[in-house]
Nanobody
Framework: QVQLVESGGGLVQAGGSLRLSCAAS????????MGWYRQAPGKQRELVAA???????NYADSVKGRFTISRDNAKNLVYLQMNSLKPEDTAVYYC???????WGQGTQVTVSS
């Protein structure tokens, strides 16, 4: 069974940076597209960034140029480097195995102004 565990969230001031990590187990990680999503209070969950097994990426317009998704297939890890953070980036961030549909438990990111 696929398991995903996120880490790296926290409280940061506007303009700061955080790196989220997602550790995957129970699947052939290297073959699966992976994504980072976020959900702010009162809002729907939205795609932030995704990466294919081959390393192709796509981003939400709101984070282009600030966030970078990457993966380490040897370690079954996917990362989200978040720079120039804004208060509107505050949300719970979730990792998703797009192939299996499995979600992680989420990690809180709070950006203070």
């Amino acid at each position: 069974q696929v398991q995903l565990v996120e880490s790296g969230g926290g409280l940061v001031q506007a303009g700061g940076s955080l790196r989220l990590s997602c550790a995957a187990s129970g699947s052939i990680f290297s073959l699966n597209a992976m994504g980072w999503y976020r959900q702010a209070p009162g809002k729907q969950r939205e795609l932030v960034a995704a990466i294919t097994s081959g390393g192709n990426t796509n981003y939400a317009d709101s984070v282009k140029g600030r966030f970078t998704i990457s993966r380490d297939n040897a370690k079954n890890l996917v990362y989200l480097q978040m720079n120039s953070l804004k208060p509107e980036d505050t949300a719970v961030y979730y990792c998703k195995d797009i192939f299996t549909g499995r979600w992680g438990q989420g990690t809180q990111v709070t950006v203070s102004s």
